[in-house]
């Protein structure tokens, strides 16, 4: 078996309690009625949720060899996980609502219903990078130049295009007109990553490009500034975009494709690795803790889904938004080492394929 990476791990249960926190909407929004800058900043934070789980596999898979046949088998058993769970997930949430025909049931696994089962959209999006890394990785070894010129181009297709795009709506919304984003949407349709969450292969391309890379000490300087800094411009953007749509702007969705996530998930992997090497025995047991959570990251995704709406109405709304906070973050947390522990004890038995 190989050596646990304790980066990697860092960077699992990190995205896994970012995960739980924004599936139970825990960043209070507003308070009497006025935008909170923090709570935006917040959910802004937590736009890196599941790019952390892209990057950690990119990062992975930088030193190991992937066949298309291997890359294969593993796309086929996510694209069986997608299915199993999407068909148990709207079958609990179908039947809990009442609806118990079969033809709904399957309808909404299918087309991963919001609210039933639409937290699996990452799985696709997962054996996509998957089927991809054969080619990534054969570019790689063609030569240095080339494998840098690949990762810029994948990662100003979905980032610096998502930045035009999300600039353009701005501009509509502010000028009241649809016309900056029908003139971006002719640009857009020369980008082959446009419609199939562009974010995950590029998270995955640049978590196998730095892990193959030293770190320079002036990266290890500034790496805690960028994690601070970067939230920020989503935050400013979620507070504009609410305010100009008179309505909730959901900032973590929006900024999963961004530049500002791109730099967040960079900067938070560079501390995570410069903690790994440096790590002392004191150390060692968060370690541990942070491991047990990795071991069992996606039973935590999988099985957090289905306790979400109870956990939702425990956290106190209307009061002071910090009162809101601090229940969410426990919450959050209990139930990250719940849902791993139990992932543990169910690895011990056959179900353990389901749990992957």
Same mark, same amino acid.
């Given at each position: ?24 909407? !825990? ?16 959910? #802004? ?16 898979? #930088?030193?190991?060899?992937?066949? $298309? ?5 593993? #796309? ?16 609990? $949430? ?32 997962? %054996? ?13 070894? /063609? ?48 980008? @082959?990553?446009?419609? #199939? ?9 640049? !978590? ?19 994690? =601070? ?29 961004? @530049?500002?996530?791109? $730099? ?6 560079? =501390? ?7 790590? /002392? ?5 968060? !370690? ?41 973050? %426990? @919450?959050?947390? =209990? ?7 139990? !992932? ?13």
């Amino acid at each position: 078996m190989a050596k646990r990476r304790i980066d990697i791990d860092l960077l699992k249960a990190v995205g896994c309690f970012l995960v739980i926190f924004y599936h139970l909407r !825990g960043a209070p929004l507003e308070a009497n009625g006025q935008s909170l800058f923090f709570g935006h900043y917040l959910s #802004a934070v937590m736009a890196s949720c599941v790019p952390l789980f892209f990057l950690s596999s990119g990062a992975l898979y #930088a030193n190991r060899e992937l066949t $298309f046949e291997k890359a294969l088998r593993k #796309a086929l058993l996510l694209v069986f996980l997608t299915l199993f769970w999407a068909v148990v997930s709207a079958a609990v $949430f179908d039947v809990t609502h009442g609806e118990t025909s079969l033809t709904t049931i399957l309808t909404d696994a299918l087309t991963l219903r919001s609210k039933r089962a639409n937290h699996l959209w990452f799985l696709p999006a997962l %054996a996509t990078s998957y089927l991809a890394a054969p080619v990534l990785i054969a570019v790689r070894k /063609s030569g240095e130049r080339v494998w840098n010129q690949v990762v810029l181009l994948i990662v100003f297709l979905a980032f610096g295009m998502g930045a035009l795009a999300n600039f353009a709506t701005v501009l509509d919304l502010a000028l009241d007109t649809k016309f900056f984003a029908n003139s971006l949407g002719i640009l857009q349709r020369f980008n @082959l990553l446009r419609d #199939a969450h562009p974010e995950a292969l590029a998270f995955f391309a640049l !978590g196998m490009w730095m892990d193959r890379r030293e770190l320079p000490r002036r990266a290890l300087k500034i790496a805690p500034i960028v994690l =601070i800094l970067a939230p920020i411009p989503l935050a400013l953007r979620g507070m504009t975009m609410a305010a100009l749509a008179g309505e909730s702007y959901d900032t973590t969705w929006g900024g999963m494709c961004s @530049l500002p996530t791109m $730099f967040f998930v960079a900067a938070l992997y560079v =501390i995570a690795r410069s903690w790994a090497e440096g790590m /002392s025995e004191r150390d060692s047991r968060l !370690g541990r803790s942070v491991s047990f959570v990795a071991r069992n990251s996606f039973a935590v995704y999988i099985l957090h889904w289905f306790v979400r709406p109870v956990l939702f109405d425990l956290i106190p709304r209307g009061v002071a938004p910090y009162e809101t906070l601090l229940v969410a973050l %426990a @919450l959050s947390a =209990i139930t990250m080492f719940a849902c791993a522990a139990l !992932g543990s004890l169910i690895k011990r038995t056959p179900l353990r394929v389901l749990f992957a």
